[in-house]
């Protein structure tokens, strides 16, 4: 996902998309938030998964409102042109429409695109999908980290989540992502995730994105996140730094000295 590898210019994205395209079996890019990405861009030759308010035209973003039927047209204009294999969404807050009228919304969007459109798992409760009691009857896109805020961090609680909605046929694609438990931060995934040994299995049926990259590519995750990572470092660095300079002004007291102190 752009997500992931994103706060660049989209040329530069593509390119790391292609230097990891073999070693994470990557069979499709995601254009998501992270990047504007232009309609006009000539993307690789691959097929391309639109996630929420991705697009961009004359560096104005194109809202795609799932409750504005005229949002619908540039995303549709989009697809009829590209190799497009689906669009996921975030659904909208629970105040703004019934459980009836977004089903019923999203299977008239799927129809106007012509492809399958998901609804995100959402991580927080003001939106529809943000629990079991908030699922609706349409297609899901199954965000691993968004359910492990709901069970604060928990892995074996996650994990079972997890499985029930896999088990209830209506996922189609997954998220994969890894955070804390409080926040959607987008946290480098750990070779020993709960879900390591589910990535194949998973490729072979659902559409599978990396919307944050294995610990060992960190040095591609999106810009804003190495920053992050450097400052952190350099912190590190003075911070040890001071340390030194404590200790050696401590071993050049002389015991005169201390014992003046001492007085």
Known sequence: SITAIGMRPIADCINIFHTLQTPLHLDFLELAIGSPCPTDYPYPNVPLLLHDNCLYHQRYRLRLNPLCPKTWQ???????THNVCALSLHPPRRPDCTRQELESTIAQLQQTLQVPVFLEVMPFPEHWCSSPESLVDC???LDVSHVLIWHRGD????????ETLLQSGQVGAIHLSHNRGKA???DLIPADVWFSDRLDQWRNNYLVTYESLPRQYG???RRDRLRCVERNRLRCVERDRLHCVE???ASHVTPTRRINAEF
């Open 155 to 162: 892995w074996a609680q996650t994990e079972q989540t997890c």
């Open 74 to 80: 540039p995303y549709a204009q989009f697809i009829a």
């Open 139 to 141: 297609p899901l896109l």
């Open 219 to 221: 040095q591609y995750q």
């Open 184 to 186: 959607d931060s987008h």
């Open 247 to 249: 200790r050696n002004r």
